[in-house]
């Protein structure tokens, strides 16, 4: 590094490097000093862009540069290699989702970062998004009681993906922030999913997981959905929160509602319905957020290891619901 700033060169220009790119120029500490993509045209638009950062089609060349980290945006069956790579030769690496399409390449990326005592971040937008910072508050606070069910829904029409099914495409997402909350790997996961616009490549899949501690889990994820649905929905034994990123003024909201069992009664349940309430979340860009994390973890300024195994734990459920997938295919 020269002083407090991180040398970043990025590979990958397609639907999300030039936001990557973006927010690494402009971020305070950081300078984008080179650019890799394998198309001359897109290195062209990003090099007039961003004239300050040296351009190239050559991964190699990319980490001969004087960088201090690489930033991978490349296809998902390239995360897992070009990581491997860079930790290989010295950089910090930050890598969009998933950081490979197997847990044992994803184990064995993880365990050479920690080796060679480099921050290896995967790029788990959700996680730093302010209002699942919020209802992580809420959740770690106790406010809702027990934990009991947690339920995602990510559903659109499209973006629809002939390189990844719409597991290792949206269910990443909601299993970042799911995992997190839960704080441990589930003991039962299974799905089930059908291929209606491309053979052997999901575009509708239902979740389930239970975890140790009783907690379970579902997740709804289409391309094939006429409402587009960013939402988690956390039940405990006391009170329920919504994340729902679709909201604009709304992203979060706590019911004071849930099951009770009156004193004076015969073993029959009842429903109690309180206060509703939304409380105020920051509009802050969650990808800067993001990126603002990751140069803390390259300065040493935070430890990088939950980041890391947040990602590695979210491959491995990924790949067992993938195998649970594959079985209940007709």
């Known amino acids: ?32 000093v080179a650019i890799c993509d394998a198309d001359p045209e897109r290195l062209a638009r990003a090099g007039a862009r ?16 004087s960088i201090d980290a690489v930033v991978i945006a490349t296809p998902v069956p390239t995360h897992a290699d070009l990581a491997s790579r860079a930790l290989t030769a010295g ?25 060679r005592g480099l921050t290896l971040m995967p790029g788990h937008l959700l996680l730093y998004h302010p209002g699942v910072a919020k209802l992580r508050e809420i959740v770690l606070s106790g406010d809702l009681g027990r934990l009991l ?22 269910g990443a997402h909601d299993l970042s922030v799911i995992l997190d909350l839960v704080g441990e790997e589930p003991e039962e996961a299974s ?13 509708i899949v239902f979740c389930y997981l239970r975890f140790p501690s009783g907690v379970v889990a579902h997740l709804h994820l289409s391309w094939l959905d006429p409402h587009k649905m960013r939402k988690i929905t956390v039940v405990g034994d006391r009170k329920m929160a919504v994340f729902d990123d679709m909201e604009l003024d709304h992203k979060v909201t706590i019911y004071d509602k849930g099951p009770q069992e ?6 029959e ?3 109690r319905s309180g206060d509703i309430w939304s409380p105020k979340i920051p509009n802050d860009e969650p990808l800067r957020l993001e990126c603002a994390r990751f140069l803390d973890f390259v300065r040493g300024e935070a430890d990088s290891a939950p980041a890391r195994e947040n990602g590695l734990a979210v491959v491995r459920v990924l790949e067992e619901l993938q195998r649970s997938l594959e079985r209940e295919r007709v």
Do not use: C
């Open 1 to 32: 590094m020269t002083g407090d700033t991180v040398r970043i060169g990025l590979a990958g220009l397609g639907y999300w490097g030039p936001n990557l790119a973006r927010n690494f120029d402009s971020l305070p500490g950081a300078a984008l």
């Open 50 to 65: 961003f004239p300050d950062a040296r351009t190239t089609t050559d991964f190699d060349d990319l980490l001969a540069e």
């Open 91 to 115: 950089k910090h690496v930050f890598v969009e989702k998933p950081v490979a399409l197997s847990a044992s390449e994803a184990q064995d990326v993880s365990a050479l970062a920690a080796e």
């Open 149 to 170: 069910v947690i339920y995602g829904n990510r559903q659109n029409l499209g973006k629809i993906r002939r390189d990844e099914n719409v597991l290792w495409s949206l």
């Open 191 to 203: 799905a089930r999913g059908e291929s209606f616009l491309t053979k052997g490549v999901e575009d």
């Open 262 to 267: 009156p004193v004076h009664s015969y073993g």
């Open 269 to 271: 349940w009842m429903t």
